[in-house]
């Protein structure tokens, strides 16, 4: 079924947006299938497609980033995780307003990178950035749930407890919420 969509999703040169769209989503589809090479190929597609629509300063192309960013911590790449986050987040600090849901996932990717390479301190300043953006915005709460995950890890890795538990408590309010 998802190779069915991928082939239909190649006949859609005429409606680059749309394709981009199916070729993230299916890329993202194969990623949480464990299927990371497959993935990879549908993101950058995605990627290149929003490039050649928008030029490299968008909020569709740092979109496409953050997914690739993602990929990269599945991949345990963590330095290109890293820098995909970081190019992510100054195309939206340069195209969208400061308090903007794309900022605030720029940031949450960038966190959890820092997080997955073992860097505590810096994705704490990191994800209150992105935790501030999306409790103030019209962000969505999964967005925030991931923000205050994320950070309540790097919390509980620097021995944090106190605080990482009132985090993990909220948390669980939003989710049930």
């Known amino acids: 079924l998802l190779d069915g969509g991928v082939r239909n999703a190649g006949l859609l040169n005429n409606e680059p947006l749309v ?3 199916l070729y993230e989503t299916l890329g993202l589809i194969y990623q949480h299938l464990g299927k990371l090479d497959r993935a990879e190929k549908l993101l950058l597609l995605a990627l290149n497609r929003r490039q050649s629509v928008f030029g490299p300063n968008n909020e569709l192309v740092a979109r496409s980033l953050v997914a690739l960013a993602y990929l990269r911590i599945d991949q345990a790449q963590f330095p290109d995780a890293e820098r995909l986050a970081r190019e992510a987040l100054s195309i939206c600090h340069q195209s969208l307003p400061p308090e903007t849901p794309s900022v605030g ?5 960038l966190g959890s990178v ?6 505590f301190n810096e994705g704490v300043n990191v994800l209150e950035q992105a935790v501030r953006i999306e409790s103030g915005s019209s962000a969505e709460q999964t967005d925030l749930v991931d923000s205050l995950t994320y950070l309540a890890n790097c919390h509980q890795h620097l021995g944090h407890s106190s605080t990482a538990n009132s985090l993990y408590e ?5 989710d049930r919420q």
Do not use: C, M, V, Y
């Open 19 to 21: 394709q981009a769209d």
């Open 170 to 174: 909220k948390i669980l309010l939003l």
């Open 114 to 119: 820092l997080f997955h390479d073992g860097k």
């Open 105 to 109: 996932r720029a940031l949450t990717a």
